[in-house]
């Protein structure tokens, strides 16, 4: 299925692949409301749907995803703003949350609420003409939809400050080194490398990789001890299903394991 008049392209490939293509190369894919239901409706039918298996996001042109609509910021008020921005974090948490590996394939501009969107994913990757910054100091606010918090979680706090402080942008290779993205190519093979590195996730096994994505998502802000017992408790439940049955057969046979998901 490819939905090509859409501001948001959505392609299934074989593989379980679910690719989203944020389409308004005009705009620099600029999120405005419209795309924010339709990411977030793709995020839902991603979840409940069992034949998806992971997710790539990635976006059309010159720009991965440039942040926030100007023109719809410009009416924000208090009231509105504080709006805005809850239902912009719902949005990326519940990506964040599927269950399922997202990865962002970074193809140019990841700026603002891009920037947040591709922190949002599981995984990201970039081309080498990719850019990244959270520049809304710059227009007398602050990032909404989750940046200063991802962004200090995945940098450091000292690097977060920097960004988000003085508002500038740092290169592909530098977002390489901070550990903010996890492999630079050219952008002629971002897409191949985004669906070969999603390709090796979904053919694991799915409750491990949700087990694993869920630990470390809840288990980092919780001392030590608790986490270490979360961790403890999911292994558990990862030996009591089928797939670890199947997983330790498969290696003890020295064959390919075949994942069911129970």
């Not at 501009?109 to 970039?126: K, P, W, Y």
């Amino acid at each position: 299925m490819d939905n090509t008049q859409m501001i948001l392209n959505i392609t299934r490939h074989d593989s379980g692949i679910l690719q989203l293509t944020i389409n308004r190369p005009d705009a620099l894919n600029a999120l405005n409301a419209e795309l924010m239901e339709q990411l977030y409706q793709a995020f839902i039918m991603a979840k409940e749907d069992n034949t998806v298996k992971g997710l790539l996001i990635t976006g059309q042109g010159k720009a991965f995803c440039a942040g926030a609509d100007i023109k719809q910021l410009a009416k924000l008020n208090g009231q509105t703003g504080l709006a805005f921005a809850r239902q912009g974090q719902m949005v990326f948490r519940f990506l964040e949350q599927l269950g399922k590996p997202s990865l962002a394939a970074v193809n140019g501009f990841a700026l603002g609420g891009g920037c947040e969107l591709a922190m949002a994913a599981t995984m990201r990757i970039a081309s080498t003409n990719a850019l990244f910054g959270q520049p809304e100091v710059k227009l007398g606010v602050i990032p909404g939809f989750g940046g200063t918090q991802r962004l200090a979680r995945l940098v450091g706090k000292g690097r977060a400050l920097d960004l988000c402080l003085t508002g500038r942008t740092i290169k592909a290779e530098e977002a390489l080194a901070w550990g903010l993205v996890s492999e630079v190519v050219p952008l002629e093979e971002l897409i191949h490398r985004a669906e070969a590195i999603l390709t090796g996730l979904i053919r694991l096994g799915p409750l491990a990789l949700r087990g694993v994505m869920n630990v470390i998502d809840r288990g980092y802000d919780l001392s030590l001890d608790d986490a270490f017992e979360l961790e403890a408790v999911h292994f558990g439940l990862c030996c009591a299903t089928q797939d670890k049955k199947e997983g330790v057969n498969a290696f003890i046979e020295k064959r390919v394991a075949a994942f069911c998901g129970e």
